[in-house]
């Protein structure tokens, strides 16, 4: 399987049909590399160790001014590639993949053909069951018993954005977090202020989220941000039938408005 | 020869509890170590460099420095700001955190002297635990640091019987005023942590003085993903920003860590960032912790406690970084 990815980035290097590849490191921890020349492609590595959605980096501008790239790229990823390019934040044709599951290669694809990979592949991606464990242990409790569990979680954010930055969902030039005119959450990483960044930016994921767990990775604080954005997909997918990363050309569900819409809350 | 037995540790800190002294210690929550309020009946979690550091104890990462009462006229008054400086033992801190605070104290009584910092500082005593052992981010020997270093710490706790027991070494007069909580007793020092130095820390900063504009920070950043993870842990680190937040009746000036990390950090107002790219601040994170800060304060501002590279998901790690740079200046 290494091989074939490693001989498929150097091909796509050598045709410059990608003049830089994201990658895995053949390190430990699997942090990311990124390889410009074919001989170097043994660098990259993929197993079940790898944490980061790289898809990350496409939304730095030092790495935006080296396209076309090539991400390595496992289901999750994928799906974010697919949301991106809904979202118009992938220039066309600028963006491929070299698809990888466990321990298959699976082939090098564009947005459209990585839809189509995961829809005929992949079509019921969801969270996994440790993560839906999670959740149902969590709703076992009363609402001031949830309450107060993320009122402690919450507390430990430092607010380093960490979370932010491994997302590449979080893609927004300037964050509303960082607004001051009017400011909008509390810059202090205490009390509301913690409570109102770590639900908004879960919100802001709603229907767009892969849940690939990056956020949660990267927390250095080991907050359960997961469970948030499970409990987010899981309404997004009963209310709007939103499944984030299998269509590039699909609205996303916070970016979008029909007059099918239940419109029954508002009075 | 003061010495107390690995185990009865919880009897001291519940001793300084008793004694008046607030106590912060490493405690195991939900998988991640950290330092916070020790209460009765918690374990202290001795095996992890926990994720913060004695940094948050003197410089918390939110605090207020002002308020003012704001009139319905529009104008407003400054009102007064109760300062909150507990006697406060730090109990198990690491070497590598202790040997931070000679940095720190330089820095908040540079210009300015620096009220919230130094009555913390005052009623602050650090107790240290020396390493047993260490792991592969950890490179204290490289800056002038070692496993059982005692700079900064008032006084050390140093594994013995094969660690078993602690021996505890008062290294100050605040240390001293603990003495009488631990008994008298005898044991044999265990060997402290073997770690190899894997860099030359003054040659990492004569390179750094003088390559600003090398190709090499362009390729050395691209991982970065520029989140302030590592600022944040750093026992070092002390950027921050100033924030006025109000409601109908009153404003509170907020003291809040930032990250040279950040994009926003050097953000001019007219839309220039002197720092456009994360390569720029990736090079000002080492460059100001190699260079800049021993030049204004013959100190290093890096303790070599691999906070920064453990936590960091894009594998950014400034050991790895300074090893490259003394190849480089070769």
Known sequence: ???????????????????LVIGYADRKGRPAVFVS??????????????????AAYL????????????????????????????????????????AVDHDAFLGVFDAAGAAELLRSKFPDLGPEKALLERVAELSKKSAAERAAFWAEE????????A??????????????????????????????????????????QSGRCTLCG????????????????????REALAEFDARPGYDPEGKPVIGSWSAEDDHSYMR | MKTIAIDRLPDLAQALSKAGYRVVAPVDEGGVVRLREWTKGLALALDAVPVNSVKDVLFPRSEVVARFALEESGGFTPAPLERSAPKTVVLCARPCDAAALSALDAVFNWDYRDGSYNARRAATTVVSLACFKADEHCFCTSVNGAPDGTAGADALLRPADGGKKLVFEALSDKGRQLEAMVSDGQAVPDAPAALKRRFDSAAVGRWLASNFESPFWKEAALACLGCGACAYACPVCHCF???????????????????????????????????????ARWRQRVTHKFSIYPQKFKTFACTGCGRCARLCQAGMAIAETCERIEALGR
């Not at chain 1, 492609?41 to 197993?47: F, K, M, N, P």
């Not at chain 1, 001014?65 to 799906?79: C, E, I, S, T």
Request: charged share 20%.
């Open chain 1, 1 to 19: 399987m290494m091989k074939a990815l490693r001989e498929a980035a150097a091909k796509l290097l050598q045709e410059k049909r990608a003049v």
């Open chain 1, 37 to 54: 020349k074919p001989e170097d492609c043994g660098r990259l590595v993929y197993d079940s160790s790898c944490r980061q959605n790289l």
């Open chain 1, 59 to 98: 939304g730095k501008p030092e790495l935006r001014a080296r396209l076309p790239v090539a991400v390595v790229a496992p289901p999750a990823v994928l799906r974010s590639l697919v949301v991106l390019t809904a979202e118009s934040q992938i220039p066309a044709g600028q963006v491929l993949a070299l």
């Open chain 1, 154 to 161: 919450f507390a430990k954010c430092t607010r380093c954005y």
């Open chain 1, 163 to 204: 979370c932010r930055a491994a997302c590449p969902g979080c893609y927004c030039s300037r964050c509303i977090v960082e607004k001051n005119a009017p400011q909008w959450v509390s810059t202090a990483a205490l009390g509301h202020g913690n409570y109102t960044w770590n639900v908004m930016r879960a919100f802001h």
């Open chain 1, 214 to 233: 990056a956020c949660e990775a990267a927390c250095p604080q080991g907050l359960p941000l997961m469970v948030l954005n499970a409990v987010l997909d």
């Open chain 2, 241 to 279: 920003d100033l924030q006025d937040e109000s409601d109908k009746k009153e404003c509170r000036r907020l003291r809040n860590w930032d990250s040279c990390g950040f994009g926003l950090f050097t953000l001019h107002a007219s839309g220039h960032n002197p720092r456009p790219d994360q390569s």
